[in-house]
Nanobody
């Protein structure tokens, strides 16, 4: 069983930055694809970014390209989401997810989420 715990959310003004972290338990974290998703109030959960098992392949939704960066440190069993130039429409609960699919196309495990609020 893999447990994922997000941290780093909070309140930030538009144009600001936040870095989310996701700490994972489990000895086989380094073989998992990982990703970040978000859910805004009244909306469905949506994909934000994913990263493959060794960190050399990433993919983003169009609206965050050039502003968000996903990365991972397998020695620390942690995945990060650096968010720059934040916009009010980025306000959401952000969820970390991981799965046995090495490229992050299928997620088997989910964290409980961390709230990001961007004020205008």
């Amino acid at each position: 069983q893999v447990q994922l715990v997000e941290s780093g959310g909070g309140l930030v003004q538009a144009g600001g930055s936040l870095r989310l972290s996701c700490a994972a338990s489990g000895r086989i974290f380094s073989s998992y694809g990982m990703g970040w998703f978000r859910q805004a109030p009244g909306k469905e959960r949506e994909f934000v970014a994913r990263i493959n098992w060794n960190g050399d392949t990433t993919y983003y939704r169009d609206s965050v390209k050039g502003r968000f960066t996903i990365s991972r440190d397998n020695t620390k069993r942690t995945v990060y989401l650096q968010m720059n130039s934040l916009k009010p429409e980025d306000t959401a609960v952000y969820y970390c997810a991981g799965g046995r699919d090495r490229y992050g196309y299928v997620m088997d495990y989910w964290g409980k989420g961390t709230l990001v609020t961007v004020s205008s």
